[in-house]
T-cell receptor, first 114, second 112 residues
Framework: DAGVIQSPRHEVTEMGQEVTLRCKPI?????LFWYRQTMMRGLELLIY????????DSGMPEDRFSAKMPNASFSTLKIQPSEPRDSAVYFC????????????FGPGTRLTVL | AQTVTQSQPEMSVQEAETVTLSCTYD???????LFWYKQPPSRQMILVIR??????QNATENRFSVNFQKAAKSFSLKISDSQLGDAAMYFC?????????FGKGTRLSVIA
């Protein structure tokens, strides 16, 4: 299995631009999670989906952030407009059966907003 | 709310020696899961070991083992025969009525 796939691996953009991060979960996994990692706040859960339906988005920092999962094999996290404080590593993870199981993480996207 | 505390921001160990990383958690759940994840400089999050709260026996994976003290809400990770490749950030995580909640991490250095 290819594991969780994220793209791009690195993204550098200017303040005010739209950023779209992409994720392909492991085939057969019905839960998908988006995390943000920063030095100050550590790993934070932003949102998670079950069977393509958002279950909990209470971690999404503000309206500039949005996430979608149009099908079982693809999800996006969008930031519009981006700000320098959004600079972080964004991880996607997936698991099967229950949200409480161990999660399998993608390699992350390092986002830098200038 | 679930919380996970790792009180050691940094640790170091000599190659081939044993080191223990500490983790405490707070939960009102009686059934839950605990995990240790490793994050090397590549930043990939790798599952090291997991423990189900209903199991009294401590989990073991090769050189990695845990000391799970449910009453004390403590979940420490012991790494035996440390290797240079063990150098990484280690995160303790808990899932109960919500998905994974992570601690702030412990940076482990391995000295040759």
């Amino acid at each position: 299995d290819a594991g969780v796939i994220q793209s791009p691996r690195h993204e550098v953009t200017e303040m005010g631009q739209e950023v779209t991060l992409r994720c392909k979960p492991i085939s057969g996994h019905d839960y998908l999670f988006w995390y943000r990692q920063t030095m100050m706040r550590g790993l934070e859960l932003l949102i998670y989906f079950n069977n393509n339906v958002p279950i909990d988005d209470s971690g999404m920092p503000e309206d500039r952030f949005s996430a979608k999962m149009p099908n079982a094999s693809f999800s996006t996290l969008k930031i519009q407009p981006s700000e320098p404080r959004d600079s972080a590593v964004y991880f996607c993870a997936s698991t099967a059966g229950t949200a409480l199981n161990e999660q399998f993480f993608g390699p992350g996207t390092r986002l830098t907003v200038l | 709310a679930q919380t996970v505390t790792q009180s050691q921001p940094e640790m170091s160990v000599q190659e081939a020696e044993t080191v223990t990383l500490s983790c405490t958690y707070d939960t009102s759940e009686s059934d839950y899961y605990l995990f240790w994840y490793k994050q090397p400089p590549s930043r990939q999050m790798i599952l090291v070991i997991r423990q189900e709260a209903y199991k009294q026996q401590n989990a073991t994976e090769n050189r990695f083992s845990v000391n799970f003290q449910k009453a004390a809400k403590s979940f420490s990770l012991k790494i035996s025969d440390s290797q240079l490749g063990d150098a990484a950030m280690y995160f303790c995580a808990h899932s109960g009525n919500t998905p994974l909640v992570f601690g702030k991490g412990t940076r482990l250095s391995v000295i040759a």
